[in-house]
Structures are given as C-alpha cells and as structure tokens.
C-alpha cells in the first residue's frame, strides 16, 4: 500500500533550521507531484511548498527565500529545508503526494518554533 513518512520535525529556536524528509513507498514515485502542506492550531491546512515530477517548485508567498522543496526519485525521499525559521512556522506538516485522480497524504511530522 501506499506510504507517506515524514521525519526531521522538532523544537527549534527561532532564526534557526530544519530539514524534513517524507520517504515515499507504493508509488512510482517520479511520476506524481510532490509537496508540503501545514496546519497551525486553530487553522486550515495550507500550502507549503509544491515540486512536479519535472522539478518545478512553487512556494506559499509566507516561505518564499526561506524554504526550500527539493526531491531525490532515486530514494523516493522529497525535502524540505526550513531556514530562519519563525514561531509562525510551528504546524504540524504533511507530506503530499498526487498525480491526477490519486492523491496521498503522510500522518505528519510537528515542528515546533520557540525560544
């Protein structure tokens, strides 16, 4: 079946970094959209960071030149690196995965921003 499994989430002080992994299994993964939404306490869930099967990426404007989405499809891994990170940024992430009709989400992973 499919699997979604994020890692690399945490407390951390504000200004500093983070990388979070999602290790994708039952897909062919270098077909499907891959991307990173959060959901705050008390708010919807929302975009993050978007990256297609070609590599484009697309990033909420709140991320934009702090955050960065990349994938690796020999590991099936996507990443997001979290720089000058902000007590805003405290959500719980999730790692999506979609191509046309299907779309999978992971259990995600909490990161935490505070001094």
């Known amino acids: 079946q499919v699997q979604l499994v994020e890692s690399g989430g945490g407390l951390v002080q504000p200004g500093g970094s983070l990388r979070l992994s999602c290790a994708a299994s039952g897909i062919i993964f270098r077909f499907y959209a891959m991307g990173w939404y959060r959901q705050a306490p008390g708010k919807q869930r929302e975009l993050v960071a978007t990256i297609t099967s070609g590599g484009s990426t697309n990033y909420a404007d709140s991320v934009k030149g702090r955050f960065t989405i990349s994938r690796d499809n020999a590991k099936t891994t996507v990443y997001l690196q979290m720089n000058s990170l902000k007590p805003e940024d405290t959500a719980v992430y999730y790692c999506?995965?979609?191509?046309?009709?299907?779309?999978?989400w992971g259990k995600g992973t909490l990161v935490t921003v505070s001094s």
């Open positions: 999506n995965a979609a191509l046309q009709a299907m779309d999978y």
